[in-house]
């Protein structure tokens, strides 16, 4: 009777572990090399108005691009997008493009640039729309 109760004891035990057998083994993990993705502003499809040039390239990636080449030193941008909302930014003259996200989805997006002329007043550099169809909605 005690060696059938010492099997049973043994055989509980390893049914037991059963689900832990594979604990202790190592798990290959293939390593991929971490990027970071750069915005780009190639000029294949521009708004140009002289001293603001607006790069429509990548709309389908979700953002545009502003190359200012006005002579203000502050210009402020707005990106107005689905059920007008309107998104302001307040950005210092750069030699750089300046990137701004089209956050509201699909749809037709409205931008416009304005120069400081002194204080807080600013004036109309541009005005312009595009059309944006998202590659990928994430």
Known sequence: MKYVTKIILIMTCLIIMLPFGGCGRKKQVTAQKAGVLKPE???????DH?????????????????RYKGSAKKISVEVIGKNNKVYKYFIERTKEPTYFPLTSGNGTYQISVYENVQDDEYSVLMMDSFEVKLKNKF
């Open 41 to 47: 502003a190639p000029g294949k499809e521009v708004l």
């Open 50 to 66: 002289g001293e603001a040039v607006v790069d429509i390239s990548n709309v389908a990636q979700g953002y545009v691009a502003l």
